[in-house]
């Protein structure tokens, strides 16, 4: 992966003045829109500019390039799939764990399924992610990690704190790798991995008593 890109591409600055926040919003949403009918490696900055009627200097002020654009959309999902997991988990705290976990993943598909640009946007950041990138956790996965631990830790307290966040984080990991590799599949097999990934948390968990 070429010395691992070097350092991920990021935005160069953030907007502070509601002027500048609505357009960076428009320029990520045309992007977006661009991405999901021609693909990420055939949308341009200059495209992408165009579109939303902007001149290509107003995005390079906020967007060195497209890698930095993409990552922005994929943090926005990120931050809504956060506030998707704060709810239902506050919702399914007190189920039992198969419940608990058949309906998080079922939550979490339907989110991807009722936005077009999901795949468009986490395909492309997939493939430019490092190894340093697959290895962390991005900030709401953090955010994820440190409630999911909490759970189990509620749900059997002679785990210990230590061993539900690695027991959390193995979940997360490979929940989100399977999933991920699920939206990449026709239907059939995204079904059918969506079905294995419950399998796998579930009977995971289960051993922990949890």
Request: hydrophobic share 40%; proline share 2%; with cysteine.
């Amino acid at each position: 992966m070429a010395n691992d890109r070097q350092k991920a591409s990021t935005m160069r600055r953030q907007p502070k003045q509601a002027r500048s926040q609505e357009r960076v919003h428009h320029i990520l949403d045309v992007a977006e829109q661009l991405f999901i009918e021609s693909g990420y490696e055939q949308a341009t900055t200059r495209a992408i500019a165009s579109r939303a009627k902007v001149p290509v200097g107003s995005l390079y002020q906020f967007f060195p390039d497209k890698e930095a654009i993409v990552r922005a959309l994929a943090n926005r999902y990120f931050e809504q799939e956060y506030h998707l997991f704060v709810q239902l988990h506050a919702e399914l705290a007190n189920t039992d764990i198969a419940t608990y976990v058949d309906q998080m993943i079922d939550a979490f598909k339907q989110f991807a399924d009722d936005h077009p640009g999901y795949c468009a946007v986490m395909k492309p950041l997939i493939d430019l992610m490092t190894v340093a990138d697959a290895s962390a956790f991005d900030e709401y996965d953090q955010l994820i990690l440190t409630e999911l631990a909490k759970f189990l830790s509620q749900r059997n307290s002679q785990l210990g704190f230590a061993r539900c966040e690695m027991i959390a984080t193995t979940v997360l990991k490979a929940s989100n790798e399977i999933l991920w590799l699920a939206f990449s599949r026709d239907e059939h097999d995204r079904q059918q991995l969506i079905a294995e990934t419950k399998t796998l948390i579930t009977a995971y968990l289960q051993t922990y008593r949890i």
